[in-house]
């Protein structure tokens, strides 16, 4: 167990919809990843929080969005739904940006995976 | 920028046999790079990492990696493999200080037979 906790574990929903997903960093850690990994594109950055401010942004389309909130979790904002959004999302926390690369390991949590229909 | 590939996308041994999954790097700066295992339907759990200390990285469950910068390579080795080591491994390198999103290899796929 990583201390990570992702939530909802399943999701289910329908093309056009918008969901939300949640991630609770491990204690301690100021930096929260979002990533994604689907059969096409494998697994892939998609934005990082650094103590409630965006740090780095990857793939992630115009249509998702993210933010991290004061008691340091995170949600990942998903809307206008498509197929090709089917994916488990990872969220993954480490203790910070200090620029020290030992503190800067990430941990992952078990995932959410989404199906659109 | 910074990229893995993983040279390999299935390996299959035999119980009690040695594992070798090769990954190779680029970078423009010295890289922190890791190995992940995902278990199928579980996260990832971090197997090892380098982050310029010892070039040989010994993790967990026996697996190690030997850092070569001169090859740009970081495979990951183990001497026995054990059916429960059957699993996707990750070979990960580490963006900039300060924003260490993770670049991910496609993957390599361990068989083990029993």
């Known amino acids: 167990d990583s201390g990570v906790t992702q939530t909802p574990k399943h999701l289910i929903t329908a093309t056009g919809q918008r969901v939300t997903l949640r991630c609770s960093p491990r204690s301690g850690d100021l930096s929260v990843y979002w990533y994604q990994q689907s059969l096409d594109q494998g697994l892939q950055f998609l934005i990082q929080?650094?103590?409630?401010?965006?740090?780095a942004k990857g793939n992630i389309l115009e249509r998702f969005s993210a933010q991290q909130f004061p008691d340091l979790h995170s949600e990942l904002n998903l809307s206008s739904l498509e197929l090709g959004d089917s994916a488990l999302y990872f969220c993954?926390?480490?203790?910070?940006?200090?620029?020290?690369?030992?503190?800067?390991?990430?941990?992952f949590g078990p995932g959410t995976r989404l199906l659109v229909l | 920028a910074q990229s893995v590939t993983q040279l390999d996308s299935h390996v299959s041994v035999s119980e009690g046999t040695p594992v070798l999954l090769r990954c190779n790097y680029s970078?423009?700066?010295?890289?922190?790079l890791f190995w992940y295992v995902q278990h199928p339907n579980k996260g990832l759990q971090l197997l090892l990492k380098?982050?310029?200390?010892?070039?040989l990285v010994k993790g967990i469950n026996g697996f190690e990696a030997e850092f070569k910068k001169s090859e740009t390579s970081f495979h990951l080795t183990k001497p026995s493999a054990h059916m429960s080591d059957a699993a996707e491994y990750f070979c990960v390198v580490s963006g900039v200080r300060g924003r260490r999103a993770l670049t991910f290899g496609s993957g390599t796929r361990l068989q083990v037979q029993p």
């Open positions: 993954a926390s480490s203790v910070g940006a200090s620029g020290r690369s030992d503190q800067e390991t990430q941990y």
């Open positions: 970078s423009s700066y010295s890289p922190s």
């Open positions: 380098y982050t310029s200390a010892a070039t």
């Open positions: 929080y650094y103590n409630g401010e965006e740090r």
